[in-house]
């Protein structure tokens, strides 16, 4: 398995606070994702990362942030978490044009 | 906005049967076009991969068949097991933001024993 790791792997939290997700890899791959994957809705990209404090909107990046200050890490930021944020969180990491390998994902609740 | 389509949502086949899977792109400067395998509880992981050079790759049972011309490509599992049942993901990539991938929404394949 690619080495990439996500912290936490579960999470409960009230709606308003902050909630910030980790991924961790050890492959030195220049891109990297965070994903939001909900019932019927597939894999949606949030925020990517091409390169250490390079980093660009997906499709529903809105109430998320990110930041990349590292090759190996890159956090996902929910700075007043809603319950339409509910939902499993997966990383992944690639090269360009090349397959993603992806971690185990987070589950997160907001009530 | 680019977008993959992706048909059926769902799919239920015998065991020993033929599972058919496609998807259907816009972005012509596309040219990666992988498939990925989802079981519950788990990240996706990477089934078979086919780039444009090619119609068809074929792995074991797991075969990419892609229509250029048509901008289509499909996922066909042969002798479908139960092991198979998960969900599927096609996705695609390339052109000016290669390392931004458009995936379908994923199809979820049941094979009954």
């Known amino acids: ?111 | 906005q680019q977008q993959v389509k992706q048909s059926p949502q769902s799919l239920i086949v015998q065991k020993g049967g033929i599972s058919i899977i496609n998807c259907a792109y816009e972005n012509t400067a596309f040219d990666y076009f992988p498939w990925y395998q989802q079981f519950p509880g788990k990240g996706p992981a990477l089934l078979i991969a086919i780039r444009p050079d090619v119609s068809e790759k074929k792995e074991g049972r797991f075969t990419i068949s892609f229509n250029k011309s048509a901008k289509q490509f499909s996922l066909h599992i042969m002798d479908s097991q139960p092991g198979d049942s998960a969900t599927y993901f096609c996705a695609a990539s390339g052109g000016t933001n290669a390392g931004k991938s458009t995936f379908g929404d994923g199809t979820t394949l049941t094979v009954k024993p």
Not at chain 1, 40 to 53: A, D, E, M
Not at chain 1, 77 to 106: K, M, N, R, W
């Open chain 1, 1 to 111: 398995d690619a080495g990439i790791t996500q912290s936490p792997r579960h999470k409960v939290t009230e709606t308003g606070t902050p909630v910030t997700l980790r991924c961790h890899q050890t492959e030195n791959h220049r891109y990297m994702y965070w994903y939001r994957q909900d019932p019927g809705h597939g894999l949606r990209l949030i925020h990517y990362s091409y390169g250490v404090k390079d980093t660009d909107k997906g499709e529903v990046s809105d109430g998320y942030s990110v930041s990349r200050s590292k090759t190996e890490d890159f956090l996902l930021t929910l700075e007043s978490a809603t319950s339409s944020q509910t939902s499993v969180y997966f990383c992944a990491i690639s090269e360009p044009g090349d397959e993603q390998y992806f971690g185990p994902g987070t589950r997160l609740t907001v009530t």
